[in-house]
């Protein structure tokens, strides 16, 4: 169960070396399954966007089904299994790390199948090169947090419209 609140900082240049740190790891314990590099993703990935202090990261692996020694080896690591809602539908996987209720990172695992995947990079490219929505999403993420700091579906779907809006326009969608 997650008992960090909602809170929005501002942004940290500290934030990618924590994603490589925890990139270097990962990379060397999720070798067989991996498919590309791990990716800093979400938030904490723009510079100056500020955020929920959770590095978001990305691996992409062959087949879900294929991944049963993963969590063990992750568990060696300090990494824990963290199911976040729709994970199973979405044959996906959430890992955390130090601590389920009070995570710095969050890993998830998909397959390169995914369709969703690409829209995650693409979401963060253009945050990182339009400083005009990258400052509109920041202002949205600041608004939901602060109705009400605890409900994390609410403060995900509040800012869904604006996600949604931003790949209809790069064309993902």
Known sequence: MRLDRIAILDYDPAWPLLFGEQRERLETVLQPW????????????????????????????????????????????????????????????????????????????????WAGWPTLLAFRDHLR???????AYARIKRQLAALDDQDRPAYRAGKAPFITEVLRKLGTT
């Open 129 to 135: 090169g339009c400083a005009e929505d990258r400052d």
């Open 34 to 113: 991996l498919v590309g590099p791990i990716e800093h993703i979400g938030s904490t990935s723009v510079p100056g966007l500020p955020a929920k202090p959770i590095i978001d990261m990305l691996a992409r692996v062959h087949d879900y089904d294929r991944c049963e020694g993963m969590l063990p080896r992750l568990a060696e690591v300090g990494w824990l299994s963290a199911p976040e809602p729709g994970d199973a539908a979405e044959r996906k996987r959430s890992v955390c790390y130090p601590r389920v209720e009070y995570r710095s990172h969050h890993l998830h695992v998909v397959e390169q199948r």
